[in-house]
């Protein structure tokens, strides 16, 4: 898989019916290891072994329902108090970050209101507070601390 923008982490990883799948920490399971999931499991070791986010609070891949449509989050992080913390969007190293990809966090957001959002395709990191009073989000260095 594509060298991205992370640390080095180690992956359990498995091969069946010429499919590589690789172990989901957080679902529990092998999922089949495709460029966006590569992201995505790297997205959450950073999450575990650089922040330091406790991995009871994350979920990953559950569905929301926006208006009539039923969409499938990447990852969040919860609260203790249930609210949302984090909403992260990852895309696949070849999916360019866009006005789109922010246009989709937006809309999954008006139905989660996390504080925090991040999108990456592995390779770029974008990281923004919410701003719900003036509808718009503010761009960060870095992720913050859970807290």
């Known amino acids: 898989m594509q060298k991205l923008n992370f640390p ?10 010429n499919k590589v799948s690789i172990f989901d920490e957080i679902r529990k399971k092998f999922v089949i290891l495709t460029p966006e999931e590569w992201v995505r499991q790297n997205v959450v070791r950073f999450l575990l072994e650089e922040k330091k986010y406790a991995k009871s609070y994350i979920n990953v891949e559950k ?10 989050y990447d990852i969040v992080i919860f609260q203790p108090n249930g609210k949302i913390f984090l909403l992260i969007e990852c895309k696949a190293p070849e999916v360019p970050i866009s006005q789109n990809t922010f ?14 959002l991040m999108v990456t395709n592995g390779l770029n990191h974008y990281f923004c507070k919410m701003d719900f009073e003036n509808e718009k989000y503010l761009f960060l260095k870095e992720l913050p601390e859970f807290k």
Not at 63 to 72: D, G, M, Q
Not at 103 to 116: C, F, G, S
């Open 63 to 72: 569905i929301i329902k926006i208006n009539s449509l039923t969409k499938r």
């Open 103 to 116: 246009d989709q966090i937006a809309r999954y957001n008006m139905v989660l209101e996390a504080e925090y």
């Open 8 to 17: 080095t982490y180690t992956f359990r990883f498995k091969n069946s019916e």
